[in-house]
């Protein structure tokens, strides 16, 4: 920076040369004394350069712009030492404050007319309600701030808003929450209005300052609500609390003829604050399903998976139907133990469909859509699905406990068991449909209704838990059953060595009963054995799986129900054949010529043949 100076008026004169004196001489300069103790020279001499430093290859160019040296020089500022941003950020201004949460709240504002008992209902309470706040601008949901015989007043506002403010329309602080207005919390002075902007208690259009509601202490319903506000009956009543009270709204609330015009309330059942949050996640929710979507679309081995699944349900399918069109007349056995073994092979077939549905369903999906989203299913059709599903999973366990009764039943009533009607194997088979259903209510009990998934699976993370606890007890059960199997069995056998024939053969048919279902018995309990396992183990290797889609394949792998479903008809026509073979061969024994007739009696009825 140039600073430019004050001049003198006029310069003054040269001094004249002739008239300057002489200045004084300069001080004489000694040369320097030698140095008493010399150096000595180096011990190490350097050694010249061996190899030179080279010219530079590459001259630095000259200044693009030459500096002016008759310009001041440029002052140069110390350089500030960085310092760390605080670790507790301080806390914003009140204003700032109240900037950011001035939605979270939620307004109470009265209906424009008073309502005597008779508003239609809660529907039409309600309803009126909506139109009132949608006239006034209001986006949110507004509801009637009443009781009645299905819901408390307590439950009408979501429970993440119970500790949020109550203000009036012009959002001035009427109430500190939710719960100081069920709780007779102190109102405040500031007025309260109606959607048209007009205080109601002191407009002469409210000549009644009373308001219904129907409750008592803490919101819950008091009993009295003129029929469930469809009634303007001087006989009936309801509850209605005095707006002229500072406190006790509802407690001090008094029943009031149902032909009487008073205040109805309405009230935001969620403030606009939580509602934003709520649907900003549910739109990130959808983002990130959209995007596991299209990875889940394009893994390979799913597909194969999926393709597998559907194969042995279809299998399953035809074997079901093979064995009913085959075996239906060699089910010799008694009626109640014939309707069990029929209700097992329903459940296969009905398994089978609805999965082979399913995963056919989504394969075709996984093949044809262009947009990931459209794979987004919801989740109340995914449960209405597997549902069936699972209540025929259970049905097995539930199906083998009732014919392990039933033959229980057989055995303690040898002598007349025979003549019953099927009465009892439609009452176990009933039981053992409406114990499956229960057992798979109980699985999934915390199952999330309000998702959208790309994959229709009951086992969520909500569910997990629930079960693999229900699967647990479904081994532990199974192999209770094989060890009543064998009791059954056992007794079977020892009370076959009677004198009574009818007796001899109902024990004997209990023997071939167990025999036939002895084998399935096995074959379940080892099939659900490692199906149990391969889920229990399946979340303590899930970091042994490069991404998420590979473990959801592994979980659709180990998923071999459908693999049951399709080899135990199998099994039980290839014991049924045998079994069929056995009695043919003991009939031409029985028909054979035999020198003695009495010798085909002892031979089948003999005391020590069993």
Request: charged share 15%; net charge positive; proline share 9%.
């Amino acid at each position: 920076m140039y600073i430019e100076t004050a001049r003198p008026a006029a310069r003054p004169a040269p001094p004249d040369p002739r008239r300057e004196l002489p200045g004084p001489a300069p001080p004489p300069i000694y040369p320097a004394p030698p140095p008493a103790y010399p150096a000595p020279p180096p011990a190490y001499p350097a050694p010249p350069p061996a190899y030179p430093s080279p010219p530079p290859a590459y001259p630095s160019p000259p200044p693009q712009y030459p500096r002016d040296e008759a310009a001041p020089p440029v002052p140069t500022h110390p350089r500030e030492t960085p310092v760390p941003s605080p670790r507790f950020h301080p806390r914003p201004p009140p204003d700032e404050v109240a900037a950011q949460h001035r939605d979270r709240m939620i307004h109470l504002i009265a209906l424009n007319t008073p309502y005597d008992g008779n508003m239609r209902g809660m529907r039409g309470a309600d309803l009126q309600c909506y139109r009132e706040a949608r006239m006034a601008g209001f986006t949110t949901t507004f509801r009637a701030m009443l009781s009645n015989n299905v819901q408390d007043m307590l439950r009408i506002v979501h429970a993440a808003d119970w500790d949020t403010p109550v203000v009036n329309i012009r959002g001035e602080h009427l109430f500190a929450s939710w719960r100081a207005v069920l709780n007779d919390g102190q109102r405040s002075t500031r007025p309260l209005y109606s959607f048209d902007r007009r205080d109601v208690m002191n407009d002469d259009h409210w000549p009644n300052k009373r308001i219904w509601h129907g409750s008592k202490s803490g919101g819950i319903r008091a009993g009295d609500y003129c029929d469930g506000w469809r009634s303007n009956y001087a006989a009936l009543s309801a509850m209605a609390g005095d707006l002229r009270i500072p406190g006790g709204l509802i407690s001090q609330a008094q029943p009031v003829s149902c032909d009487q015009k008073l205040i109805v309330l309405c009230v935001e059942n969620m403030s606009k604050y939580h509602g934003d949050r709520i649907l900003k996640k549910k739109r990130m929710d959808a983002a990130m399903a959209c995007s596991a979507a299209a990875e889940f679309i394009a893994y390979t081995p799913q597909r194969i998976v999926m393709f597998i699944q559907i194969f042995f349900c279809i299998c399953s399918i035809i074997f079901n139907l093979l064995f009913i069109y085959y075996c239906r007349k060699d089910l010799f056995f008694h009626k109640n133990c014939r309707v069990l073994i029929w209700a097992l092979i329903a459940t296969n077939i009905v398994h089978s469909a609805i999965v082979g549905a399913i995963q056919g369903m989504q394969l075709v999906q996984m093949f044809t859509v262009t947009d990931p989203c459209d794979m987004l299913m919801s989740a109340v059709l995914c449960y209405s699905l597997r549902l069936p599903t699972l209540v025929c999973f259970g049905s097995h366990l539930t199906i083998h406990l009732s014919v392990v009764a039933e033959r229980a039943i057989a055995l303690r009533y040898l002598s007349s068991y025979e003549s019953s009607s099927s009465t009892l194997g439609f009452v176990l088979a009933v039981f053992s449909i409406t114990s499956s259903f229960a057992l798979t209510i109980y699985g999934t009990k915390n199952y999330n209704f309000t998702g959208r998934m790309f994959y229709c699976t009951a086992a969520t993370k909500s569910t997990l838990l629930d079960i693999s606890a229900t699967s647990y007890f479904v081994v532990a059960v199974e192999a209770i059953i094989i060890l009543l199997f064998g009791c059954v069995y056992h007794l079977s056998l020892k009370k076959s060595v009677v004198y009574d024939l009818r007796s001899k053969y109902q024990a004997k048919e209990n023997l071939t009963v167990v025999r036939l279902l002895m084998p399935m018995l096995l074959f379940h309990f080892l099939i659900f054995f490692c199906f149990v396992l391969s889920y229990a183990t399946s979340y303590s290797i899930r970091r042994l799986f490069p991404s998420d889609s590979a473990f959801r394949a592994y979980l659709a792998a180990i998923y071999i129900v459908p693999i049951y479903t399709a080899c135990s008809p199998l099994l039980m026509g290839w014991i049924l054949r045998r079994h069929r073979l056995s009695r043919t061969q003991a009939l031409i024994r029985i028909s054979s010529k035999t020198e003695c007739v009495n010798d085909i009696y002892f031979s089948n009825y003999a005391w020590n043949i069993k």
